[in-house]
T-cell receptor, first 116, second 114 residues
């Protein structure tokens, strides 16, 4: 099975711009989660989509948004970029357990976003 | 909201030393627990997971973790580390009793001296 893929791998933007990141999950995985990884803060949960619906959301401002398509591919968008948005953005796909909760998450390589 | 604490931010050990990395979460209920590892230049990958049953779980590469419900802890252990264990380790909690989110700790950087 192909792993989780993320595009682009690297991005350089300036303050005030907007950016769209893409994630293709493992085939058959309908849950896609997004995380922001920064040194010292670890992985901070942005949001999770399942069957095209946002199921969970972290504590990020409304400038961060996402969506999921019918083929489970997901995009996240950050508008009005700030310097503090510089980070590695990780996407993870997973299967949902029948008993509730998440099974193992499979992570992509991430998109390294630098905001100048 | 649920939170996850990893007490050791940076650990340095010599090869063959024993390892224990701490992980505590803030409140109980039904939880699924995970340890992930990120080797230099590689993706995050699962080391081990606990859903139910035997609280001592074994993972890949000789790692194990023990779930102690009364202490809200899920510490990671390895009896004898190798240089190749140099990586960053993340504990994660999926709280089924509340909002079903997965919360990660801030990670522990492990550096093994050859």
């Amino acid at each position: 099975k192909a792993g989780v893929t993320q595009t682009p791998r690297y991005l350089i933007k300036t303050r005030g711009q907007q950016v769209t990141l893409s994630c293709s999950p493992i085939s058959g995985h309908r849950s896609v989660s997004w995380y922001q990884q920064t040194p010292g803060q670890g992985l901070q949960f942005l949001f999770e989509y399942f069957s095209e619906t946002q199921r969970n959301k972290g504590n990020f401002p409304g400038r961060f948004s996402g969506r999921q398509f019918s083929n489970s591919r997901s995009e996240m968008n950050v508008s009005t970029l700030e310097l503090g948005d510089s980070a590695l953005y990780l996407c993870a796909s997973s299967q949902i357990l029948l008993a509730g909760g998440y099974n193992e998450q499979f992570f992509g390589p991430g998109t390294r976003l630098t905001v100048l | 909201a649920q939170s996850v604490s990893q007490h050791n931010h940076h650990v340095i050990l010599s090869e063959a030393a024993s390892l224990e990395l701490g992980c505590n979460y803030s409140y109980g209920g039904t939880v699924n627990l995970f340890w992930y590892v990120q080797y230099p230049g590689q993706h995050l990958q699962l080391l081990l997971k606990y859903f139910s049953g035997d609280p001592l779980v074994k993972g890949i590469k000789g790692f194990e973790a023990e779930f102690i419900k009364s202490k809200f802890s899920f510490n990671l252990r390895k009896p004898s580390v190798q240089w190749s264990d140099t990586a960053e380790y993340f504990c994660a909690v999926n709280d089924l009793s509340r909002d079903d989110k997965i919360i990660f700790g801030k990670g522990t950087r492990l550096h093994i001296l050859p």
